[in-house]
């Protein structure tokens, strides 16, 4: 029964009848081919028996909240999460010609929506974790970054064993107020912030609202504890948010080249549920197809007045393009359209390829611990586009102790200087390299902690200019970036760092219309945001009649 639900689903999303995202339909189409694969040659089979024990054990479950609880009424799975369920339960390895219980997928990545009754469904999960799952001693804890939103999946969970006097007979379950536990087996589930303590030994992790955590520490300790368990499983649940340096938007990166096809990983499932890039997010069609439970348990006339207000207010628009729409829009008063800008990312795109031609050199180099950025920015020339590439700078003790700019590190985009500051010298170097390949024709820089870089730099020949960090420097060229981007006139390489730091810059109009590039939070870095409007200040300031696509043929010419 309820496989044939989720073959519907797939069905009814890949031939349209169900609107959906390009991600939803990647997701469909990758079932239909399992579906496919499963038999015993191909590795992987569907346990039947399985999933429908599980999904009928779900419907049991009494609601514990809302007007469902009120009337009195258990879980009535809707298709999406019946799709869900049947996907991450159903397929199971084949080993030596036999078929095995252990789950082909053991993670499970599931980006939806406020409102769309995906935490008393993972609760349920979770609890089905800790008795139906076969794992003697299971251990299911729901990890967060605060307490409240710890205790979002555990409590529901605590509160269907409240109210099944039966449930907790059966399995020996006691109900505490931190945890629930089997002491016959030594099984427990519960909430918890930060890592697992010492001994764990997690059947189960659930990483709540993922998109909070600023590192992946507690999920890496989950995960790496589960070392000793047969069949692990690992879910991440999430809207969208605003931190595009943290480890959600990484894990959803990987999943989207997943459900791409671009890499093959059959140890995870994925799906994510929002727009395609061209959709007008200010309609109740782009409701419908973020939304999976439109007018089941988010109602459409409650959407309807959250997006009155997202019109009237470019605040609101942030909060309701990410939490209604799952767009991942950057800071919470942010400046850039990061829809816009991640469309003009380019994964091809390499700094090699524009070897001889003219560019500007920016640099802002903050203060010998913190992020130094450098902005090469190519104007059109030979043919192709106006392009940026960064180069970012840190000390290697504080790289170290940032599990973020560990993976930048390692990935070969944050480029470490030994010690705990930075040694100018390793940018000099890499300017001087710059200015062989390249026609280097100025060296914008704030002059702040840059007296003796601009000084050594002046002494190789190189065309050094200062651009302090003022309104009058930054205001025009800041709304000159920002109309590049929108008119897709530059494209920018695939750099992860400066995705971070243009989805945390925010902007203020002043009463004359100036703006300037700030921050909400001091770790919130937008050096090379910052660098980048400090060489369009000199590119615009070399302008003979006005006009930017004038000036850019007059450097093509030169």
Partial sequence: MYYDTAVQYAADVLSGEIPACEQVKQACSRFVEHVKRATIEDGIWYDSDDVERRCEKLELYPHVKGKWAAKGET????????????NIFGFKKVK??????????????????????????IAGIGLLMLTEDGEFGAEVYCGATNEKQAFEVFTPAKQICSRLPELREFYGLEVNAKTLTIPQTGGKFE?????????????????????????SNQVDTIVTGMGARDNPLMLYITTAGTDMGGPCYAKRDDVKNILAGSVVDDSIFGIIYTLDDGDEWDTVEAQIKANPNYDVSVSGDFLEGQLNQARRSALKQVAYR????????????????????????????????YKGLKCYAAFDLASKIDIASCAVLFPPQNGKPAAVFCRHYLPEDIINENQRYLAWHKDGWLSSTPGNVIDFEYIEN?????????????????PFQATQFSTRMMAEGLPMVEVGATVKNLSEPMKEVEKLILSKEIVFSF????????????AKLDQKDNIFPNKERPENKIDGVVALIMAVNRMMNGQETGSLDEFLNSVVNV
């Fill in 75 to 86: 879980l009535d799975m809707s298709p999406w999460q019946v799709f869900c369920t049947v």
């Fill in 96 to 121: 030596d010609g036999e078929r095995t219980k252990f789950r082909m997928y053991r993670e499970a990545y599931i980006e939806v929506p406020r409102k769309n009754g995906k935490t008393f469904w």
């Fill in 191 to 215: 909430p918890i912030i930060g890592d697992p303590g010492d001994g764990a030994s997690p059947s189960c992790g659930i990483a709540d609202e993922f998109h909070e955590h600023k590192n």
């Fill in 322 to 353: 990410t939490k209604h729409l799952n767009q991942w829009v950057g800071a919470k008063a942010a400046w850039m359209n990061m829809l816009a800008f991640q469309a003009v990312r380019k994964k091809d795109l390499n700094i090699e390829d």
């Fill in 430 to 446: 890499d300017l001087k390299d710059l200015a062989r390949d390249h026609q280097v024709l100025e060296v914008p820089f704030d």
């Fill in 495 to 506: 750099d992860p760092v400066l995705l971070w730091m243009f989805g945390n810059v925010v």
